[in-house]
């Protein structure tokens, strides 16, 4: 209890400062230092030594995803001292405690002290980290830990973003409560958004669009945090459906789709587009079927922390027109796409 009975201390050497400038009785002030000294001073809820153990601690997290500081309310972490053996955390999920200004500025692990975590000596401890925390983590004797992951098929609603982190702390002999484990969240997805526009041949026509699909990519896979992706051999096929956009003549986007990092070949992701084609009041439904480009002018590969844009133009009477995709760096809210959460 050596930190507390300091801070303890510090408190009341400043109370006796106050008290005696004011001027207030003795016995007085000394039942307003009992009082304060041990309401206001006493600050045990971030993780000070314990019985002379030190408690590990998540106090700053930082995030370049989709995820931000306002929207990350939980993960899950596994650490260790020994590879491959979840010694010190299994799983254990980590949330946001305390918040100020619509951000977490503390995480917890633990409501009993029991639970708690300690540091010790002269170890190597690595942590792993991964959100949403309805992920786990496995561990592979060749690859080390890893998470398996499926690209949801419906991305009508906002798709969630998967995010990990890792951290390593090596210790010698504690004497004093070490720094909290900081841990900097990054994309392992790919962002791709489809923009859609009305051909300047159907002018005066109306085109609906009703639902928008890509098939062919890989949809599953392992993120191994040593490796990095590998990947099924599955197709899989992802939608936004429920639409009712009607095209002019300039673009307008229809959602993002987050996509596993993967190389691409010519002729096997397709993009297909249901549309309602109105003519002198006469609807009629339409689908129209092409292969992104894929080419020495185009996107050859979708990386983690990269934005693609898959321009087309829609006509009634001939396929789909691409335009070259568009490439930029996946980022959030500020310069560099660093967002902090103390």
Known sequence: MK????????????????????????????????????????????DPDLDGEYAIAFDEVTTKAIITD???????????TEPGTANIFNGVEVTGSEKQNNKYTKWSYYTNEEDAKY???????????VAPSDL??????????????????????????????????????ITDQPESVQLGFSHTLSKL????????????????????????MKGDGVYFFNTGWSLGTDAATVYRTGLAVTLNGSYQGFGEFLMIPQDLLPDSIYLIVSFDYTSRDVTTPRVQIAPIPVDDDGVKKWEATKSYTYSAE??????MIFETPSVENWISNNEGGTIIIK
């Open 3 to 46: 930190r507390i009975n300091k801070y303890i201390s510090h408190c009341a050497s400043a109370l006796l400062r106050t008290l005696s400038q004011a001027s207030v009785p003795a016995a007085l002030a000394l039942a307003l230092l009992l009082t304060l000294a041990f309401n206001s001073c006493h600050k045990v809820e971030i």
């Open 70 to 80: 306002e929207t990350l309310e939980s993960f899950k972490v596994w650490g260790e």
């Open 119 to 129: 540091w010790e000596d002269n170890k190597t401890y690595n942590f792993f980290a």
């Open 136 to 173: 786990n983590l496995d561990y592979n004797a060749t690859n080390g830990y890893g998470v398996e992951y499926q690209v949801p098929e419906n991305m009508t609603a906002d798709p969630v973003d998967m995010i990990v982190a890792s951290a390593q702390r090596k210790t010698e002999q």
């Open 193 to 216: 958004q489809v923009q859609l526009k009305k051909a300047a041949t159907n002018e005066g026509q109306a085109i609906t669009i009703k639902e928008v699909y890509l098939y062919g």
């Open 314 to 319: 829609i006509s009634v009477d001939q396929d």
